[in-house]
């Protein structure tokens, strides 16, 4: 979990990517973003109970998180499903990929009550501290307006290199516009 924390707050997406059972282009995308506006994780609180199969972990975890160029710790809560990878590791189970018994699992054990009184925790400690400084409740929400917009924007220039390469893709085994073609050289050197 601490792992995951400090590749989040570093955008370390090398780490991240070996956190996770499986993380999509869009999921890279967002964590990279998210970085460029975090100073860092300033506390962790975990709490477990058993997962539903052998060798996994429901981690419930508080966390407060401060912005750049803000001071407030803002709490956070966030469910992590944690899982043995078979050769004495371990990976956090992208949601994606939850069956339908896992999925039931969590919801149940959400409604627990101490887990009920964990998240009630960080919503009052949440409400009181934008209730308290409703300058840092506009910047999370335009925050996260931001962190879309340019995860949206980097996918559609992707679409676009991607259409672009296949408009200008030579026919096959033709060599492109000013590129010479291998086993051949131009007039007067060596191939």
């Known amino acids: 979990v601490a792992t995951y924390y400090n590749a989040t707050g570093l955008g370390d997406m090398e780490t991240l990517q070996t956190v996770f059972d499986e993380l999509s282009e869009t999921d890279l995308m967002r964590y990279e973003e998210n970085a460029k506006y975090l ?23 508080y966390y407060k998180v401060i912005f750049e160029n803000h001071e407030q710790e803002i709490p956070g809560f966030r469910t992590l499903y944690i899982c043995q990878d078979g050769q004495g590791g371990l990976y956090i189970k992208n949601e994606k990929n939850f069956t339908q018994e896992e999925t039931d ?49 980097a996918l559609a220039e992707q679409i676009a290199a991607v259409e672009e390469d296949t408009e200008g893709a030579a026919p096959e085994g033709a060599a492109p516009e000013g590129e010479v073609p291998e086993g051949t050289a131009p007039e007067g050197g060596e191939p």
């Open 39 to 61: 100073h860092y994780y300033s506390a962790l609180e975990i709490y477990t109970m058993p997962g539903i199969g052998e060798g996994t972990t429901l981690a419930y975890v």
């Open 105 to 153: 699992y969590i919801k149940r054990v959400i409604e627990q009550e101490n887990v009920i009184t964990l998240y009630n925790r960080v919503q009052k400690e949440y409400n009181e501290l934008m209730e308290a400084h409703p300058e840092l409740l506009k910047y999370v929400g335009a925050l996260a307006k931001t962190v879309e917009v340019a995860i949206g924007e």
